[in-house]
């Protein structure tokens, strides 16, 4: 954690089952690691409150406190930080507008959108030039599906992604204070836009003002859906299908009808989670396991660990579709915060595997994703890929201009 975070891996294997680590601000957390005492404390959301969901992990300076401000930038408890009484019908509002059925009625525009997609990946692939799956296919898709469903601001869909990586980066990374700076200028400058919004926009904010929700809790709510309702997924597309393309038996498998797509996403989320990591506090006095857990403890739950615990899953480190407890991962979560988009997220990871891994087979990885520094998100930034064989880039010649990270 001093450097962000645990890894999704787990790569730790003498990690016990709550660990004490102090933190890059000098803050002592409790690392949990067990996937029994995970679910345990997200299914207690009164004994381990989620008051600390969205708190920024880097305190935030004087000065960035007054950018945001300046934005009238708000974010009362609604979904992910509420333990209150509000939090059944905010979530009751926004799951009806992610219901499954509405979900599946998706399904054909879906599966349209990404085959047109794919085709073009796949003539640009088959003459030679490189592609950036992440750019072509994951990065923008959720957040087009999700627009169909609740409605959301009409801004382009670059401002509101630079916005949602912008959040993911100011309260989840460790940062300096002219970076704090600039993220709050950028998240404050959106979530204004999002405050114009909820005062009249139509959808999922009409139907929480409806219900006598105001402008905080509209913009808070909207707030959450555009950072963790589709961002997220576009980082599991990412994860997922850099994956694949080092899992030749499971795409034979694809091919051949024997592995089934549903299977290979459960399996996904187990060992590929966007989120590898979420917070709650200790309300009261209580103990983990065997651990004294006094009242205030920050706790951090490794989800991602949580998703390899031998005595949950067969084989926790192999992809392996449906094996036992494959489909126990707490990628989405448990209790009364249970993710409301999962269903979302499945089906637009099963028609992205479902189209694209023909394709996969034979692809050479370019360039990796390439994290960031965080405590909870992956936020992947490329997946650039070719046929085997010597690639030509957008200049025109063999090679690839340096990563921009490095």
Known sequence: MASGGPDAAGARPGWPDVASVVDHV????????????VRQVLADPQTYRPDNALDAVTPVPVA????????????????????GASHPQIRAIVAEALHPSRVEAQRGWLTGLVRRRVARIGAALRAGVPVDLHAELAADLPLLA??????LPDAPLGAVKDFARAALELFWAPLDADRQQVLATEVGRFHRVLRDFAATGPGLAARLRAAGHGPDVVVGALFFLLVAGQETTSQFLTLLLHRLTGEPAILAGLRRGTVDVADVVEEGLRLEPPIVTWRRVAAVDTTLGATAVPAGTSIVLWLARAGRDATVVDRPDEFVPGQRGSRRHLAFGAGAHRCVGAQLARLEATVVVDELAPLLPGLTVLRPPWYPDNLTFRIPDTLLVCKEGPPVNAFGREGFPAHRHG
């Open 26 to 37: 000098g803050v002592r957390h409790l690392v949990v690691t067990r996937h029994a005492l």
């Open 64 to 83: 960035a406190l007054r950018v945001l401000a300046g934005h009238r930038f708000r974010l009362p408890p609604t979904l992910a930080n509420n333990a």
């Open 146 to 151: 999700l627009a169909r469903l609740v409605e």
